[in-house]
């Protein structure tokens, strides 16, 4: 069986769900936020042997000792009684979370198709660059500070050709609804006034003249590489995932042959990660080079397989089922 880590509203866990049923392969899909609301976690360990499941309260259960792979996709935080108070709330929390994170320990990790553990450690972009160039890539020119001299001094040498982006991610959350805040050019405007914001450390990089950008969706030894027609709108040359921001964009996406030494590179930082599935952002330029920016080791991938054709799902089903 194959258990699929997720929550309630996650396309592309249904997207992977509705494969499954077709090809009737047994699963068991696990949203976190029903813990406590529809099953417990039971974790028995003796010298003897390790008796752990997952109790379902309507008497469904799953014993860890048959799950043949795992696929974590989105899980969330359970939900917690409202009415406790914040001290109440922040130990249950906590406890709550650890308990989750025991039963993936629990769990071999060779069964999964990226431990949690290493998508934590795969998630940071400076990381990412530094063995980016280790391995090979070309990447643009980056500057990551909050002192404005350095800052200016780098906009001067580029003379203003720089983007500025997330040190982290590129969204946050205000009054439950996601807002993006996109790769953008900087203006010299915002250097001069920097006094006036307060001090948060970002990304700022040489900006480099693009045919498209290139999603490539990493499975094992699988590379599928899809390029994003970024070019075709001008909201969206700077930062095709701006084209979210814009209901009348629908960029055009086409399969790209890569070369075989940049596949080998794709697949090379995903297992200096220990990962074996990630999403790697690349531009091709308009002097036909290949440069990294940044790999979501857990990104989306539904709406490429959607757009091109690419099987994904079934990439991502076989290794499971190898594994």
Known sequence: MLLIVTNKTDLTSDYLLLRLEELDIPFHRLNTEDYLHKYEINLNLSNE?????????N?????????????FRQPVIPELDPTITETEFNFAQRETLEI???????????????????????????????????????????????DINVIEKFYKYYEGNIIVKALKHGFYKEKNKIKIVPTQKVKFKLIENMQKYAKIPAIFQKRIEKKYDIRVTVIGKDVYATAIHSQDHEDTKTDWCAMDLHEDINLIHTKHDLPDEIKQFCI???NRFHLNYSAIDLIYSKDNSYY??????????????????????DSIINYLLKK
């Open 100 to 146: 989750l994170r025991s039963l993936w320990r629990l769990i071999d990790e060779n069964l999964w198709l990226n431990h949690p553990k290493n998508l934590l450690l795969a998630n940071n972009k400076v990381d990412q660059l530094q063995k980016a160039v280790e391995i090979g890539f070309k990447i643009p020119k980056t500057c990551i500070s909050t």
């Open 292 to 313: 990294f920016l940044e790999m979501n080791p857990n990104g989306q991938w539904g709406w490429i397989e959607d757009n091109v054709g690419f099987p994904i799902r």
């Open 268 to 270: 090379e930082i995903t």
């Open 49 to 57: 042997k390790i008796d752990s499941s997952i109790n379902y309260f």
């Open 59 to 71: 008497g469904k259960k799953i014993k860890i000792s048959d799950i043949k792979g795992v696929y």
